[in-house]
């Protein structure tokens, strides 16, 4: 025979009053109180209360500082250097990359010798 529910939201309302006990924990406390409780429902309601209060919250800023200076001194911002080689446009770099491959081709074909 199926356990007896209880009034609508009761589990859910077992589950926040007792935050701190373990999922094991609290499913034993519901077992003896006579309501049916289990590990998967618990889990569910716990992920689904976290996801609501994180909904409301906007999402985390970038750190604008990467690196974290040691001896007390303002904190380095990391920069990436821009890769040019040379070249002003994507042709110019097109023929940057085909003149170095042809570099390549050339220093192989003297090692084959």
């Known amino acids: 025979m199926a356990a007896k529910k209880g009034p609508k939201g009761t589990k859910i309302e077992f589950i926040r009053a007792n935050p701190d006990l373990t999922v094991h924990e609290l499913v034993e406390k519901a077992k003896k109180q006579g309501i049916a409780l289990t590990a998967q429902h618990v889990w569910a309601s716990r992920s ?19 690196k974290q200076a040691t001896n007390g001194a303002t904190p380095v911002r990391a920069k990436k250097a821009p890769v040019n080689h040379g070249a002003s446009s994507i042709g110019d770099l097109l023929e940057v990359m085909i003149e170095a491959a042809g570099e390549i081709r050339r220093r192989l074909s003297q090692l084959s010798l």
């Open 48 to 66: 689904s209360d976290k996801a609501k209060k994180r909904a409301g919250k906007p999402g985390k800023k970038k750190r604008a500082y990467t």
